[in-house]
């Protein structure tokens, strides 16, 4: 409620449109070629709707929607799609110049507002994910044959992708 019609459209311009329009650009080579591998960086929160992250989490599960149709799209062209969902790594995204916060405020939002801001500034490069581990299994993960379709980076990502399965089971039954 908090944040602008227009941070809510940067952010699904940056997370969901940007990799669309990136492969869109790239699949008539990829179909030509019949090969390729498109591997889109999500999130955990492509996964959870994490509290006060909604514009982020919406671009996270757009993506995760939009990887999950078009990889039988254009499998018959051999071309392979990962979807990576990261947990929490040490990356720029908690500094001061990283963090953009909602531009409008309200009074029934205020305490929770500070009690979140704290815990996010607290954990800026305290991340538990190691960046170059990542980069790595990244690009083993490129260069498979047979590449997952899904990839949960970090053992938070595993806890968390657990938690939501379980969550689900209880739902269904």
Request: hydrophobic residues 40%; charged residues 20%.
């Amino acid at each position: 409620e908090e944040l602008s019609p227009r941070q809510m459209e940067l952010q699904l311009a940056t997370s969901l449109l940007g990799p669309m329009n990136v492969t869109r650009a790239v699949l008539p080579v990829m179909r030509k070629n019949r090969s390729g591998h498109i591997i889109s960086i999500s999130s955990t929160a492509g996964l959870v709707g994490y509290e006060y992250c909604s514009a982020y989490s919406a671009s996270k599960f757009g993506l995760e929607g939009w990887m999950e149709c078009l990889a039988p799209e254009v499998a018959p062209f051999g071309i392979n799609t990962t979807l990576v969902e990261p947990g929490f790594f040490r990356t720029g995204l908690l500094t001061p110049t990283s963090t953009i916060w909602a531009e409008n405020s309200l009074q029934d939002y205020a305490a929770k507002n500070a009690e979140l801001r704290l815990f996010w500034k607290s954990m800026n490069g305290k991340q538990g994910g190691d960046p170059a581990k990542l980069a790595t299994a990244l690009i083993k993960i490129a260069n498979e044959n047979e590449p997952p379709k899904r990839w949960l980076a970090g053992a938070d990502a595993i806890t968390i992708a657990e938690q939501k399965v379980s969550e689900f089971q209880k739902q269904i039954d």
